[in-house]
Nanobody
Framework: QVHLVESGGGLVQPGGSLRLSCAASGIIFSIYTVGWYRQVPGKQRELVAQITSGGSTNCADSVKGRFTISRDNAKNTVFLQMNGLQPEDTAVYYC??????????WGQGTQVTVSS
């Protein structure tokens, strides 16, 4: 089975930083485009950043300049470096491949809370 395990979330003050990790098993992660998504209760899950198998990246306008997505194929892991965190970044963060998004399969996510 495919398992994607998110970690690295926590409670930080505005302006703080976190690095999220997404460790994959049961999948050759390196060949897939992977996205980080976030969801707030009562709101639709939104795409935050993506990275392709070739390493090309894009981020949502709301996080450009603050978040960086990267991957370490040897470790079968995708990262999200989050700097300059703001209260509106508070959400559960998930990583996923496009394939799994289409079939609506998700991991547990990791909670990010930004509060003063």
């Amino acid at each position: 089975q495919v398992h994607l395990v998110e970690s690295g979330g926590g409670l930080v003050q505005p302006g703080g930083s976190l690095r999220l990790s997404c460790a994959a098993s049961g999948i050759i992660f390196s060949i897939y485009t992977v996205g980080w998504y976030r969801q707030v209760p009562g709101k639709q899950r939104e795409l935050v950043a993506q990275i392709t198998s070739g390493g090309s990246t894009n981020c949502a306008d709301s996080v450009k300049g603050r978040f960086t997505i990267s991957r370490d194929n040897a470790k079968n892991t995708v990262f999200l470096q989050m700097n300059g965190l703001q209260p509106e970044d508070t959400a559960v963060y998930y990583c996923n491949t496009q394939r799994r998004v289409l079939i609506d399969q998700w991991g547990q996510g990791t909670q990010v809370t930004v509060s003063s």
